[in-house]
């Protein structure tokens, strides 16, 4: 199984060597570092093969991720953005393991919250699912921004402001630019933010153009409570009920049958 602990999370300069990957069989990926930190173009939560075998696209790059607990905020995530570290999530990551897919332990205080990300085989779907492994749920609370990107996999996106933002939202689903989010937050708020200037190193290093502008076109806020589980699902799939549970189980099991 491979593993890494806090001497290597919470050492960001290894860290970022180490890299993930996972396939859905259709041409399309998941990839990232074990900081959930993009070093290159190509890496996202879900890059589908939208025109097969080479129409590769970035649909969705990455998350914004905060915890709260009582009052007290805590960055989650990690990105180089305008040649800053910011935010320092990985000072927070005990461990990453790969296997039998990636999933991260973050510690927060008396808080131990873990996360995975599941790519399912056979569709454009990824699984993200957050977990209290220990600790007080009650005060607890988890804010993601999804940080898209819509485009071609050798290209880099550009603030746009004519760029369309419609959204259909519904209790359990968002419906923006083609893609489909499906959760269990609390609260749903249109935001349509910019993440400009987030850089990948690794693109630097070889003398591509290496910079480039996300959009959020939303925040979610979870509560946790008596609920120790949450969840988001990126996908092309509109599908009239979002059971995970189900589906998490059903990509485990077909993992497992194939070691």
């Known amino acids: 199984m491979i593993s890494f602990g806090s001497e290597v999370c919470r050492n960001f300069t290894e860290a970022i060597k180490r890299e993930w990957y996972q396939t859905n069989e259709l041409g399309g990926f998941a990839a990232s570092t074990i900081l959930s930190l ?10 589908a093969s939208l025109r097969p075998p080479l129409g590769r696209y970035v649909l969705l790059s990455g998350l914004d991720e905060t915890l709260y607990i009582d009052d007290a905020a805590y960055p989650l995530s990690t990105r180089i953005q305008a040649n800053t570290i910011y935010p320092n999530g990985f000072l927070y990551l005990d461990q990453c393991s790969l296997e039998p897919f990636p999933s991260w332990i973050y510690s ?35 804010e993601l921004r999804p940080l898209t990107a819509f485009r071609h996999v050798d290209d880099l996106a550009r603030r746009n402001q004519s760029l369309n933002t419609k959204m259909v939202v519904t209790s359990d689903r968002i419906t923006f630019a083609g893609m489909y989010f499906y959760h269990n937050a609390a609260i749903v708020e249109e935001s349509g933010n910019w993440y400009q200037h987030i850089q990948y190193p690794e ?3 070889v003398g591509r153009e290496f910079e480039e502008d996300l959009f959020a076109p939303f925040r979610l806020i979870y509560a946790f409570g008596n ?17 995970f549970k189900s589906l998490l189980a059903r990509e ?8």
């Open 203 to 205: 693109d630097k290093k």
């Open 252 to 259: 485990v099991e077909r993992r497992a049958r194939s070691r």
């Open 108 to 142: 927060v205080e008396d808080l131990l919250l873990g996360k995975s990300v599941v790519l399912l085989r056979g569709e454009q779907t990824v699984l993200i699912r957050y977990q209290i492994l220990s600790g007080d749920e009650d005060l607890v609370r988890l």
């Open 227 to 243: 609920r120790r589980e949450n969840f988001l699902v990126g996908s092309m799939i509109g599908r009239e009920r979002m059971d």
């Open 38 to 47: 993009n070093t290159r173009r190509d890496h996202g939560l879900l890059v």
